[in-house]
């Protein structure tokens, strides 16, 4: 993705190397989420946070991450899986550091064009906070890294640690700038979410569901959230380059619940989905790229997913 005459955020809060503190883990609340790594999982609405169950990605994630924490991104050109900088030296910022305040930057034009054309009220920015193996504060508990990216409803701020994109990148074989581009809009996603009712929406029918109903939700939220990413690249059309939306396909591919499932227990429990099937989220995403617009993204309304 080229994005050299892109400005960078200031929407950016850096937490790394602060630690999350004594803060407890309520459940969170308001109907965001944050990107499934494996094939159970929970959303923020109105689902009950495991820590056990690795809390967003819903498996274990020692098993997943061998206990959290890695390194921050951070390599020339965006490039992922690089080593972290020494914990003990002073703080620079990393091409990834700003890549990830391009991205933003993107995202933050994007939705303010589109809630002007399509929704008629100012768009209101996240925040994006980085943090590390030490963890941070949310307003929907400590943020840890074995967590993974996610949108918090509570304080309207998308929380990410950089190791997640070498997760991405190693282990399930997805990597590139836009395959990370594309978690940070997928997360911004959810912001949009959060901004036009659908949130608390959703929170409220979860609470009047039974769990599969519940878990089904959520998988139209997430799916929803895919397909505004994809409208989000949609808008940036020239900033692609060769191959992004391959990127873009393989880690949509990569999370799927249904590949995750059976590649951790085996067999696929569809009625466990919080996220989607592989086919579910690379279409979702296709159909806001291909179409452009917040309507295309109604995945509530759609019969067949």
Not at 144 to 170: H, I, T, W
Request: hydrophobic share 40%.
């Amino acid at each position: 993705m080229d994005l050299d005459d892109e400005r960078e955020s200031s929407n950016i809060e850096d937490m790394r190397g602060q630690g999350g503190g004594g803060f407890g883990i309520p459940g969170f609340g308001g109907g965001g989420g944050g990107f499934n790594l494996g094939g159970g999982g929970l959303g923020c609405g109105g689902i009950v946070i495991v820590v056990v169950l690795a809390l967003v990605f819903g498996i274990n994630p020692l098993s997943l991450l061998g206990g959290g924490g890695g390194g921050q991104g951070g390599a020339p050109t965006a490039q992922i899986g690089q080593p972290a900088p020494d914990a003990g030296a002073p703080r620079t910022r990393s091409d990834m550091d700003r890549f990830i305040a391009r991205v933003l930057a993107t995202t933050e034009d994007t939705w303010t064009t589109i809630f002007q054309q399509e929704v008629g009220t100012p768009y209101r920015a996240p925040k994006l906070v980085f943090f590390d193996a030490n963890g941070t504060r949310s307003a929907c508990g400590v943020a840890q890294s074995a967590m993974g990216p996610f949108y918090c409803p509570a304080d309207q701020k998308v929380y990410l640690d950089q190791s997640f994109f070498d997760e991405l990148a190693k282990r399930f074989g997805a990597p590139g700038d836009f395959a990370a581009a594309y978690v940070i809009a997928h997360e911004v996603g959810h912001h949009v979410q959060t901004l036009l009712g659908i949130s608390d929406q959703v929170q409220a029918a979860q609470a009047r569901a039974s769990k599969t109903q519940g878990n089904a939700i959520q998988v139209r939220m997430e799916l929803q959230a895919d397909c505004l990413a994809g409208v989000w690249a949609k808008a940036n059309a020239t900033r692609l380059e060769p191959g992004d939306v391959e990127e873009a396909m393989r880690a949509a591919q990569a999370i799927g619940d249904d590949t995750l499932q059976r590649a951790a227990q085996g067999v696929v429990v569809p009625e466990s989905f919080t996220h989607g099937s592989s086919a579910q989220r690379t279409e979702w995403f296709m159909r806001g790229l291909n179409e452009g617009t917040i309507a295309a993204c109604d995945t509530f309304r759609s019969g067949a997913l």
